[in-house]
């Protein structure tokens, strides 16, 4: 008992600089894989962090695809933050049956591609932009017509705001 | 008394407590989506007719273009009418505005009893522009349930052809 407590104190959260708090996001542009051509054979359709679209298998791809860009809070100043940009993809639900979103890029100012999340250090205060993009899989015989769906971003901010 | 065992395991009991207390992140739902384009079906509407020829002769060839005229490659044959341009039907439903598709007509033969004229396409889509003789014609579409293509061809007609109806198809595909 005597251990427990003295490592509670020294870590609690006494000073406010050392708390995590939930990061704001606002989607600015969805994530669309615009109009898929599924072909004999279906296959996948990724859309890169930077907006390029590429096919595999027997898809045609006929244009509309943009990454995703979500403003992200970054209310803190040089130095200060560091902050875990997690995604959870989802899948796309319409008239038949749901297509799976496989996985998601994340590209942040200055900060290389990483799978199912994001990592930013811009060290300024000011809003970020992130860059995302997926990878869809679309089976042959697909039901035509338009599915949506959402994928799930969380992230921290460390305070306080300048 | 602690064991050092025992020790280790509060430490990491602490820790746990300590983050769940300062983080707790809430969920922000981003759209995605997506539009599966079917592939284009392709009915005929009106088939390729040359109407009635008589062969003479010498062998040669009864072209009938997408605007409907209708001519023979030599004075020995004779055309004496009923012609008419085939015309297929695309459903291009779903598809994005302004998407480009390029159509194939296949030549084929055409048969009557055991004897036998080849016959070749060429189409002409929403736009006005035929391709030539045994090639695709490309245009852009808007979306929609029955996007005109005009059918027309060159039929090979032999001298002294035999007398007879002679009928066979064309294959056309449609293709984005």
């Known amino acids: ?162 | 008394m602690f064991s050092r065992f025992n020790c280790k395991s509060v430490v990491f009991f602490s820790f746990l407590v300590v983050l769940g207390f300062a983080y707790n992140a809430s969920a922000t739902p981003i759209t995605t989506n997506a539009e599966i384009v079917g592939n284009i079906t392709v009915t005929q509407n009106a088939p390729l007719n040359f109407g009635q020829i008589t062969s003479g002769t010498t062998a040669g060839t009864v072209t009938l273009t997408t605007g409907g005229t209708i001519a023979a490659s030599n004075a020995t044959i004779a055309l004496i009418g009923g012609h008419s341009v085939g015309e297929m039907l695309l459903n291009t439903t779903g598809v994005p505005p302004a998407s480009t598709i390029t159509v194939t007509v296949t030549g084929g033969t055409l048969t009557s009893g055991g004897n036998t004229m080849t016959v070749l396409g060429n189409c002409e889509g929403p736009g006005g522009v035929p391709s030539a003789i045994n090639a695709a014609c490309t245009f852009t579409v808007t979306p929609g349930p029955a996007e005109s293509v005009l059918i027309g061809g060159e039929l090979s007609v032999g001298a002294n052809q035999a007398v007879g109806v002679y009928t066979g198809t064309m294959e056309v595909t449609a293709a984005f």
């Open chain 1, 1 to 162: 008992m005597v251990l427990l407590t003295v490592v509670l104190m020294h870590l609690a959260p006494s000073d406010a600089r050392a708390q995590w708090e939930p990061a704001t996001f606002t989607e600015l542009q969805p994530l669309n894989f615009g109009f898929i051509v599924p072909g004999p054979a279906g296959g996948t359709v990724t859309i890169s962090d930077t907006g390029a679209v590429s096919v595999t298998g027997t898809i045609t791809h006929l244009g509309g695809a943009t990454n995703a860009q979500v403003l992200m809070d970054s209310c803190v100043g040089p130095g200060r933050n560091a902050r875990r940009i997690i995604l959870v993809p989802g899948p796309l639900s319409g008239p038949g049956p749901d297509i799976v979103l496989n996985q998601l890029t994340c590209t942040s100012p200055g900060r290389p591609t990483r799978v199912n999340r994001c990592r930013n250090f811009s060290g300024t205060a000011g809003n970020d932009i992130l860059l995302i993009g997926g990878t869809i899989t679309v089976p042959a015989g697909q039901t035509p017509g338009v599915y949506t769906g959402t994928f799930d971003i969380t992230g921290r901010n460390r305070p306080p705001c300048p």
